[in-house]
């Protein structure tokens, strides 16, 4: 095999290694609550920013530096840039990876070229899998950038976009299948609105189902049994996405009988778009029993749009991962870094240090968490602060045997409430930092 990246295998030396090319804490083999790191979180390097990233921005060009792309539109180019996507991860040390239809294999000049063009890159995808062991963790289908997609795909204004878009998501499920994947995302590129004034919002939304709805029936009819995901996002690149936040997603499946099929793909800086944070989101499709698969990331705290940074901060992973074992794991999802690294880190090199910083970020971030629950001090509180609800009037309410006539009763024989206590969350916040 050729070798495009001079970096060598990514290994794990411990906390005290100064080594930036080296786990600190990401050792695949050591067992947290019961599971190897390896299988907590399942991590996966997305094709579209590793592989396809350029660097271009609206203000300049392309600036990455990646020997092994020509940049032409060619299946020749493609299939170079499969080797090296392998070999990165593979080097890297993560089980898996996610792409979209169109960062695979170029598109043609019509559908039917289109579909060669995949078939021939998706030989090579399986050929590299199985030559390394690598995983799909999911595939989706690109049904934003051609403009083509310009009003939207399933909620266009326009059917024959709608017909299109079933077609690419029709071969792109069964090549999802037949790469093992294990996940199917639907993220809505432009599944939104700029205006409502041109907006017919209501048939949009049944538009959406319906396609959906197709995508169940056709992965049902050829087999695939892979998890089924929407990922939230509230904006970008329209003003509004419909799936804007995981209440509006888990509304949407709830309202068209599709919450059986689909669980969510949470991602951190689509949550903090959204005005949420990222353990905000998961605890909510985690409750509803809705939560899939992460797209690992974070944003700038002073930029409002989606910087996709790969995630550094222990704090933020600490949440996750306090979210991610109180809800029992992610799989069959897992922890995708949908990231990329900036403008100005060029050199493939970078790709290693970005990922090897994310990975050892999620690492320290289960190390925390597991610390957290195994000393039990938060759960005891949480569990102490609803404690008016086990027995007496609490318990009332909770099986239903309460009314309003004899919560009125029992208020009139009382008064008044006994008291309240404090919430203590200055308390808390200095109980987390002692893990940190
Ligand atoms: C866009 C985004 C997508 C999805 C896959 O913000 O996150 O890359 O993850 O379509
Ligand atoms: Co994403």
């Not at 936040?245 to 009988?257: E, K, S, T, V």
């Not at 009332?396 to 919560?407: K, Y």
């Not at 919430?423 to 916040?429: A, D, I, N, V």
């Amino acid at each position: 095999m050729a070798d495009f990246f001079e970096t060598p295998k990514i290994a794990y030396e411990g906390p005290n290694s100064k080594n930036p090319l080296a786990f600190r804490w990401y050792n695949e083999n050591e067992v947290v609550e019961g599971k190897t790191m390896k299988e907590h979180f399942r991590f996966s390097v997305v094709y579209w920013h590793t592989f396809r990233g350029t660097g271009g921005d609206p203000f300049g060009s392309a600036t990455m530096v990646r020997p092994w792309d020509d940049g032409s539109n060619s299946v020749a180019n493609a299939t170079r840039r499969v080797r090296a996507a392998f070999e990165f991860i593979q080097k890297l040390g993560a089980p898996y990876y996610a792409f979209h239809d169109r960062d695979v294999a170029p598109e043609g000049d019509n559908l039917a070229q289109t579909n060669k063009n995949f078939d021939e890159v998706v030989k090579v995808l399986k050929e590299e899998q199985e030559r390394t062991g690598i995983k799909l963790l999911w595939g989706t289908a690109n049904l934003f950038s051609n403009p083509r997609y310009v009003h939207g795909a399933s909620t266009s204004c326009n059917a024959e976009v709608f017909a299109f878009a079933g077609a690419q998501v029709k071969k792109c499920l069964e090549v999802t299948k037949e790469l093992g994947g294990v996940n199917y995302v639907f993220w809505g590129g432009r599944e939104g609105y700029q205006n409502l004034f041109n907006t017919d919002m209501k048939r949009e939304l049944d538009h959406m189902a319906r396609f959906m709805h197709m995508a169940v029936d056709y992965a049902r009819k050829i087999g695939f049994t892979g998890q089924f995901l929407i990922e939230p996002k509230p904006k970008e690149p329209t003003k509004h996405q419909y799936d804007s936040d995981a209440a509006a997603c888990i509304n949407f499946l709830r309202a068209y009988d599709l919450l059986d099929h689909f669980k969510l793909n949470i991602e951190t800086n689509h949550a903090t778009l959204a005005g949420h944070t990222m353990m905000h989101e998961l605890d909510y499709a985690g409750y509803q029993g809705a939560l899939g698969s992460i797209d690992a990331n974070t944003g700038d705290m002073l930029l409002g749009w989606d910087t996709d940074q790969f995630p550094t901060d222990y704090y933020l992973t600490s949440q996750v991962m306090l979210m991610l074992l109180k809800y029992g794991g992610i799989a069959p999802g897992g922890v995708n870094f949908d990231a990329k690294v900036r403008r100005e880190s060029f050199e493939p090199v970078d790709l290693f240090h970005a990922h090897v910083g994310g990975m050892d970020a999620f690492a320290r971030g289960l190390k925390i968490a597991a610390a957290i629950r195994a000393e039990g001090e938060l759960a005891a509180f949480v569990k102490n602060r609803y404690r008016s609800w086990d027995t007496g009037i609490g318990a009332e309410i909770e099986s239903g045997r309460a009314t309003l006539e004899t919560l009125e009763a029992e208020m009139l024989k009382r008064g008044e409430i006994s008291g309240n206590e404090s919430g203590r969350q200055e308390m808390l916040e200095n109980l987390i930092n002692r893990y940190l």
